[in-house]
Structure formats: C-alpha cells, structure tokens
C-alpha cells in the first residue's frame, strides 16, 4: 500500500478529503500529517483518524533529521493541502519529483510568496477575472512554479465575495486532489 505523508497547516479541509478519500479504496493512506501550526484544525482531524502527525518550527524545516524522520514512513508521494512555508532546496532534491501541491487559483495568475487563501480570491475579485479554480502541481525549489498537472475552473460571478469564491474552490479541490494522487500513484 503507498504511503502519503501530507503537509497542512490550516482548518484541513483537503487533508480530510484525501484521508477519507483513501479510507475508502485502500490503494494508498495517509500515514503521517506534517504541520506547523500547533493550532491548526488539520490536527483534530489527525487524532480523530488515528494518523500520527509531526509538528515543525522553521528550525526543524530547515534540518536533515525531518527528512530522516520522514524517510521512516517510506512515503510514495509528498502532499502539500495548505502549507504556506517554501519548501527547502535540499528537501526538494531529496524528494524530487515525489511532491505536489495544490493551489487556489489558475496558475501562473495569482501565485508566489504570500499568495494563499483568502489573499488569493480577493486578488481575481479585485482583479475582475471572470474565472477562477485549482491547478495541481509539482513542487520545485521557487514558489507555485513547478510543472503543471491538472487545472480545474469555476465561474466567479458578478458580486462574488472572497467567501463564496472559496466555496467553490474548496469544492474542485475536494473532487479533484484525491482523484489526482490516485492516479499519480497508479502511475509510478
Ligand atoms: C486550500 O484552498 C489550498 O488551495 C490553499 O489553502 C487552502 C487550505 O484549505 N493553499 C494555498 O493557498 C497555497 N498557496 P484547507 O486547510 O481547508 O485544506
């Protein structure tokens, strides 16, 4: 069975959608949550599936005993689901080619440092763009630039607010991220 180790650090939405994803066809499961943020709601939803989870600091990021601790759960493929921190060089070449992330937007529109949630559907409100949605992509050393993978889309409609942008984002990702790795993985 492979192994997903997933980054988050936020409410953990997508964490859920993965782990429950994966709860149900068995291919694959989620056998570690990496987080850096000791009140994330991702955290909950850990220790109510039984998942063991690893807290960081921008210290530990930094350091080769992560990877060590990381190399232990033998993961098949690393899932950002709302990490913000750029993930370190030496980290990208120890994992290369294993780690993806999803982002809230069409990339290249609205990504690079800072970009992230909230921030991210205010910027295509403002920006007056008549769609929006997710690309899925792989992670290199520079941030949101890595090859990509699947972009999905939604309407943003005349008077939408960043809220109810994000419903509908949150949405395609639930539907789309599970789907993605899956297919990944039956891929390698
Ligand atoms: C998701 O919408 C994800 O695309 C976004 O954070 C949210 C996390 O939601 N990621 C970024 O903005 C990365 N730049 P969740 O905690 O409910 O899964």
């Known amino acids: 069975m492979d192994s997903i180790i997933v980054f988050a650090s936020g409410t953990g939405t997508n964490a859920k959608a993965i782990i429950e994803h994966f709860n149900e066809n068995k291919k694959a499961k989620v056998s570690l949550i990496v987080c850096n943020n000791p009140e994330a709601g991702v955290l909950e939803i ?22 060590e601790q990381l190399h232990d759960y033998q993961p098949s493929l690393i899932v950002l689901a709302g990490f913000l921190w750029k993930i370190p060089e ?12 999803i982002h809230p937007a069409l990339l ?19 920006a007056k763009d008549r769609q929006s949605g997710i690309t899925i992509h792989e992670v290199n050393e520079r941030y949101d630039e890595g090859a990509i993978i699947l972009q999905a889309r ?5 008077g939408d607010t960043a809220d109810q ?4 984002i949150h949405e395609l ?7 993605v790795i899956e297919q990944l993985l039956a891929s390698k």
Do not use: W
């Open 108 to 126: 290249p529109s609205h990504g690079g440092k800072g970009m992230y949630g909230a921030k991210v559907h205010d910027a295509v409100i403002n």
């Open 154 to 158: 939604c309407a943003v409609k005349e």
């Open 173 to 179: 990702e639930h539907f789309y991220y599970p789907r």
């Open 46 to 67: 850990a220790k109510k599936e039984h998942i063991p989870f690893l807290i960081i600091t921008k210290k530990t990021f930094q350091e080769v005993l992560l990877l």
């Open 90 to 101: 030496h980290f990208v070449h120890e994992f290369k080619g294993k780690i993806i992330n």
């Open 165 to 168: 942008l994000a419903r509908k």
